[in-house]
C-alpha cells in the first residue's frame, strides 16, 4: 500500500487531528512515510490563526511542487485543517499541483479521497462541508504504534467556537460549537488508560464551553441520544456545569493518574470549576488563562467578554484553591488601536499575576474577522518593538520563578526521552513544567520524584538519583508528602 508523510502546522487539536488520520489511514493498510522525500501522499495539516503560518505552508507546498517535477515522481500532494476549510478551491486553484483539499468536519473522509485519487477515479478533491456528527468522527489513536508504552494522550471533546473574538477566524473554519457526550468520551479515555495512557489532555477549542450548547434534539450536549435526562442536583448542592461534570466522570477511571485541558476561556472559569482543582486529585495544579491584553479598552474591542478586574479575580480564586498552580497565558500585542498606556497595562498585568509560560504573538489580520477592518492599525515596527519588550518582560518573570525551584523535590511523570537531547529522559510536572534528567527507558511511564538542580529557560533539570528528605530545602506540600507541587 502507499506511504503517507503528515506534516502539522498549529494547535494541539491540529495535532490529534494528524494523529486520529494517520491511525486510521493505518487500518486502512497505508504505511507511514519517515519523510516527505520516501512518501507517496504527502499532506500538510494547516492552521489559520496567524498569516505566518498559512504562508509557512503554502511555501511548503510550492517546495513539494517543484520538487515533484525536479523528480518525476507522482505524489498526492493534499491540504487539510483550517486553511483548507477557509480558501477551499482557491487552493487548488492557486496551486495546480495540489490533488486534495480537505476541511475540518471532513478529515475522517480522507482515507476515502486517498483511495479514488491513487485508482484514478478522480483528479482533484474539495470537500470544506460541514458534516452533522463530525465532532465524534475523530477517535482513533496511535497509542503504542511505535513500540513504546504510551503515557500521554490528547482526547477531542468537542468541535467548533461561539466565541467569535474579534481577531479570530476559528469560528469560521471550526464552525460552531458541537460536543460528544460524556458516556462517548469516558469510554475512549477508558481505552487509552487500558492501553497504558496515565495522562489525558481534554481538547477543545474553547473546552470550558463544553456541553453548552443544546444538541440537535434540543436535549442537553453532553447528553448520548439513549440516555435519559439528567436528575436535578440534589437540594443544597450548587449547579455543575457540563465540563465539571466530564471531569469528575473521567476521574472515575481507575489507572489514570493525571487529567488536563486546554484550551479555556476565562469566561468557562465559574466557581464549580476552581471549586474542582481542590476536590479532584487527578486534576493537575495547571491552568492556560488566554487573557490577550490587560486593558479594558482593547478587551472590548477584542469582544473577550471578561475585564482586567475579573481576570484577575479568577487567578485570586485558582491561586486560594491551589497556591502553587502553574499559570499560563496568551498576549496579544499590537491589536489596531493599542496605545502605549494599553500596551502597559498588559505589562502591568503580567507583573501582577507573574505567569509561568505566556505565549505572545503579534497580531496578524485574518480576512474576514472584524479587526481586520478595525481602524488604528499600528506600523509593523512598533509591533515588533512591543513584541520585543513584553518578551523581554515575560522571559525575566519565568527565569526567576523557574529559578527558585532549584533545590526541590517535585513528581514528575516520564514522558520519554527529551526532543532536544534524546540521550536524557524527560518528564513533566503536575504543573506543566518539563523537567530533563538523566535516566533512562525502564523510567518512561513512571511517577518519578526528582530534585531540581538547574534551572534553564523554560526547562528544568533534576537528578532522581539524591532524592530524599531534606530538612533544609523548602517543600511546599499538596498531594505527595515531601514532593513540591511546581
Known amino acids: 500500500m502507499p506511504s503517507v508523510y503528515i506534516k502539522t502546522y498549529g494547535c494541539q487539536m491540529n495535532v490529534r487531528d494528524s494523529e486520529a488520520l494517520a491511525a486510521r489511514l493505518l487500518a486502512r493498510g497505508y504505511t507511514l512515510a519517515p519523510s516527505e522525500e520516501q512518501a507517496d501522499v504527502v499532506l500538510l495539516n494547516t492552521c489559520s490563526v496567524r498569516d505566518h503560518a498559512e504562508q509557512t505552508a503554502l511555501n511548503k507546498m510550492r517546495a513539494l511542487i517543484a520538487e515533484q517535477r525536479r523528480s518525476g515522481r507522482d505524489v498526492v500532494l493534499g491540504f487539510l485543517g483550517c486553511m483548507a476549510q477557509s480558501r477551499g478551491r482557491e487552493l487548488i486553484d492557486q496551486l ?11 478529515l475522517h473522509r480522507t482515507p476515502d479521497y486517498l483511495d479514488q485519487l491513487l485508482r484514478g477515479q478522480t483528479a482533484k478533491v474539495v470537500d470544506t462541508a460541514p458534516e452533522p456528527g463530525s465532532e465524534a468522527a475523530i477517535r482513533e489513536h496511535l497509542v503504542g504504534v511505535n513500540g513504546h508504552a504510551p503515557v500521554t494522550a490528547y482526547v477531542s471533546i468537542m468541535q467548533g ?9 476559528v469560528p469560521q473554519t471550526r464552525g460552531p460549537e458541537r460536543s460528544r457526550s460524556i458516556r462517548d468520551i469516558v469510554a475512549e479515555c477508558r481505552e487509552l488508560v487500558a492501553r497504558g495512557v ?6 477543545g477549542q474553547i473546552v470550558t464551553s463544553y456541553g453548552r450548547r443544546p444538541g440537535p434534539d434540543g436535549r442537553p450536549g453532553w447528553l448520548a441520544p439513549e440516555e435519559p435526562w439528567p436528575q436535578p442536583e440534589p437540594e443544597g448542592r450548587p449547579p455543575r456545569s457540563p465540563f465539571v461534570r466530564l471531569l469528575e466522570a473521567i476521574h472515575e477511571i481507575e489507572g489514570l493518574e493525571r487529567i488536563r485541558f486546554t484550551a479555556p476561556h476565562p ?14 486529585p487527578k486534576l493537575v495544579e495547571s491552568a492556560h488563562l488566554p487573557v490577550q491584553s490587560g486593558s479594558n479598552r482593547i478587551l472590548k474591542l477584542m469582544r473577550r467578554g471578561y475585564t482586567r478586574e475579573r481576570f484577575l479575580e479568577i487567578v485570586a480564586k485558582l491561586r486560594a484553591v491551589q497556591p502553587n ?3 499560563s497565558t496568551d498576549v496579544i500585542v499590537g491589536f ?11 505589562l502591568d498585568l503580567c507583573r501582577q499575576v507573574e505567569f509561568d509560560h505566556v505565549f505572545l504573538f503579534k497580531y496578524s489580520p485574518r480576512r474576514d474577522t472584524p479587526a481586520a477592518s478595525m481602524p488604528g492599525a499600528l506600523p509593523q515596527e512598533v509591533i515588533e518593538e512591543r513584541h520585543a519588550r513584553a518578551s523581554e518582560l515575560i522571559n525575566d518573570i519565568a527565569r526567576r520563578r523557574y529559578a527558585a ?21 524527560m518528564g513533566r510536572t503536575r504543573c506543566n513544567k518539563i523537567v530533563v534528567f538523566e535516566g533512562s527507558e525502564r523510567h518512561r511511564g513512571q511517577l518519578l520524584d526528582v530534585r531540581i538542580v538547574r534551572a534553564g529557560t523554560y526547562t528544568l533539570y533534576g537528578d532522581p538519583a539524591i532524592v530524599g528528605f531534606d530538612p533544609s530545602v523548602s517543600r511546599v506540600t499538596s498531594r505527595e508528602p515531601g514532593v513540591a507541587v511546581v
Open 198 to 203: 496515565k495522562e489525558i489532555t481534554l481538547l
Open 96 to 106: 495546480p499541483g495540489v490533488d486534495l483539499v480537505v476541511g475540518t468536519q471532513k
Open 161 to 169: 467556537c461561539n466565541q467569535h473574538c474579534t481577531f479570530c477566524i
Open 336 to 346: 489596531p488601536g493599542e496605545t502605549e498606556e494599553d500596551f502597559e497595562q498588559t
Open 267 to 280: 469566561r468557562g472559569y465559574g466557581d464549580d470549576l476552581i471549586e474542582a482543582y481542590g476536590r479532584l
Open 405 to 425: 525551584l532549584v533545590g526541590r523535590t517535585v513528581q514528575i511523570l516520564v514522558e520519554g526521552p527529551s526532543k532536544k537531547n534524546p540521550h536524557r529522559m
Open 325 to 327: 498552580i502553574g499559570l
